[in-house]
């Protein structure tokens, strides 16, 4: 498929700054992995990790949706247990600095009650 029927079909984010919106399942995926991360020391998230590593491979091949979800919560898990690596706490998204960013840009990047006519 050409860049052009890409655009005319809607996959592709052609905002101009070359990054690809994440997709509300991407969105979700992410947000039930924080949810299982809350209290997790680096151990227990790298275990996680780990599973979700293993449920995927044993799945056998994913494809789809399907594909999309398990590979965004493998990288969560992976951005979480990296942050963890040097803290000696335990997870908590409202100390993340990453999850912070994503909140304020997706409240900067919100219609205003103007823009909503």
């Known amino acids: 498929m050409s860049l052009e029927e890409d655009r005319a079909s809607g996959s592709v984010d052609d905002t101009g700054d070359g990054t690809a919106e994440p997709s509300e399942d991407e969105r979700d995926a992410w947000a039930r992995v924080r949810r ?67 909140l304020e840009g997706r409240a900067h990047h919100a219609p205003t009650p103007s823009d909503r006519r």
């Open 36 to 102: 299982s991360a809350a209290g997790m020391r680096h151990h227990d998230a790298k275990e996680a990790l780990e599973d979700a590593r293993r449920t995927v491979a044993g799945s056998g091949r994913l494809t789809g949706r399907d594909a999309l979800v398990a590979q965004a919560e493998i990288e969560e898990w992976e951005r979480i247990t990296e942050a963890l690596f040097d803290h000696a706490g335990v997870y908590d998204s409202a100390d993340d600095p990453f999850v912070q960013g994503e």
